[in-house]
C-alpha cells in the first residue's frame, strides 16, 4: 500500500473517529467521507480503503439498501483508541494476504457458525426466493471454509451481502466468525 493510501486511511479514520468523539454515532456514506476527509479519488479508491480498515478491526460496516451495494461506515472503539494513539498497529502478514493461520478446532467452530446460520435461515419467514438466495450464499461460504487454503476475505463478503443482511441473527454469526479470525491472525 502507498504512503498516500496509508496517509488517506489515517483520514478516513480520523474522520469517523471524530464522528463518534463527536456524539455523533451514525453511520456514513462514501461521499461523506470523501468530503469531509477531503480524500481525491473514487468511490472503488475510498472502498478498497475502507475494506482494509474493516478487516483490521478499526471501522465497521452495514449494508445501506436505498443504493444498490452501497455501505455505511463508522469507527470501532480500536479505530477511536488508534486515532488516540492508545492503540497501535501490529503488522500481519494475514491483513494484506488474506491468508489466516486458522486452526482445524476454529474451522470446525466457523462450521458449526455456518451450520446454525443455515438453520436459522430455513425456520425464517423469509419468501422462498430470498431464502434460498441466503441458503445459496451460506453453502458457498461453508464450501469456501472447506477448501485447502479458505480465502477468508471472501467467506466474509459473502457473509456481509445484502440478501443476508435482512436476517436478524446474522450479524451475530458474522460477528462470531470475525472473532475467530481475529484470534487466528494472534496465534
Known sequence: MSASAISDQRKILEYLSSRIA?????YCTIPT??????????NQYILALTDDLETSGFIITRQFYQISGGRLFQATARGVDLVKGDQTITVDS????????????????ISALLLDLRREIESSKLSNTKKANALALVDAAQTLVDAPDPPWPEVMRLLRSPSLGNILAVAGFIFSIVQILVASTGS
Request: charged share 30%.
Open 22 to 26: 463527536g456524539g455523533d454515532n451514525r
Open 94 to 109: 494475514a491483513q494484506w494476504t488474506g491468508r489466516h493461520k486458522v486452526s482445524e478446532a476454529q474451522r470446525i467452530a
Open 33 to 42: 467521507i470523501k468530503k469531509h476527509a477531503r480524500i481525491d479519488g473514487s
